[in-house]
T-cell receptor
Framework: QKEVEQNSGPLSVPEGAIASLNCTYS??????FFWYRQYSGKSPELIMF????GDKEDGRFTAQLNKASQYVSLLIRDSQPSDSATYLC??????????????FGKGTKLSVKP | ETGVTQTPRHLVMGMTNKKSLKCEQH?????MYWYKQSAKKPLELMFV???????ENNSVPSRFSPECPNSSHLFLHLHTLQPEDSALYLC????????????????FGSGTRLTVV
């Protein structure tokens, strides 16, 4: 059974700190990995994707992928109160077609304190 | 309008009612999805349509009936629901099914908050 695991939190960090969000996945063949941000009462929005081992940086966000250990993480530098949201990790099965549907983790709730 | 639009935003219905949720995407995508989001649970995939053909029904009860008349529109028809069906129902679209394995991921609508009384 394909699974995506996240610590539900809440993860509380002070403003300006680095927030580290982690995700592990069970399907070793998965190729692409997505991070979505969901504000309370809103729909998820895509903020990062990564498909190569190593780091990918986009502004204050860095996604880190380690396929051998089957984990992907999201770092948020200089955290702001506006970053307070639930962060969802999503992983597609390795094969496309009708199985190419994203599997979501439960999400980690991040709270950035001023 | 742009993106993925869902109506209504909020819906309260009785267990004997029949209602429909509507989703429309203006992105030129070919795949559309219905997801259910309940408190403290992961997003649950319900249905997948690719080029308006249903490709997946994730063991959803028959009281939920999807309809996809074209690649831009997706409906979820509801009848004789139960209180446990109360949740946020999210529509999403992607370029095609293979895009989930690539760089694009999904674009979500704002959702319909459904309450069954």
């Amino acid at each position: 059974q394909k699974e995506v695991e996240q610590n539900s939190g809440p993860l509380s960090v002070p403003e300006g700190a680095i927030a580290s969000l982690n995700c592990t996945y069970s399907d070793r063949g998965s190729q692409s990995f997505f991070w979505y941000r969901q504000y309370s009462g809103k729909s998820p929005e895509l903020i990062m994707f990564i498909y190569s081992n190593g780091d990918k940086e986009d502004g204050r966000f860095t996604a880190q992928l380690n396929k051998a250990s089957q984990y992907v993480s999201l770092l948020i530098r200089d955290s702001q109160p506006s970053d307070s949201a639930t962060y969802l990790c999503a992983v597609p099965p390795p094969y496309g077609g009708s199985q190419g549907n994203l599997i979501f983790g439960k999400g980690t709730k991040l709270s950035v304190k001023p | 309008e742009t993106g993925v639009t869902q109506t209504p935003r909020h819906l309260v219905m009785g267990m004997t009612n029949k209602k429909s949720l509507k989703c429309e995407q203006h992105l030129g995508h070919n795949a559309m999805y219905w997801y259910k989001q309940s408190a403290k649970k992961p997003l649950e995939l319900m249905f997948v349509y690719n080029f308006k053909e249903q490709t997946e029904n994730n063991s959803v009860p028959s009281r939920f009936s999807p309809e996809c008349p074209n690649s831009s529109h997706l409906f979820l028809h509801l009848h004789t629901l139960q209180p446990e069906d109360s949740a946020l129902y999210l529509c999403a679209s992607s370029q095609d099914l293979g895009a989930t394995g690539g760089r694009y991921g999904y674009t979500f609508g704002s959702g319909t908050r459904l309450t069954v009384v």
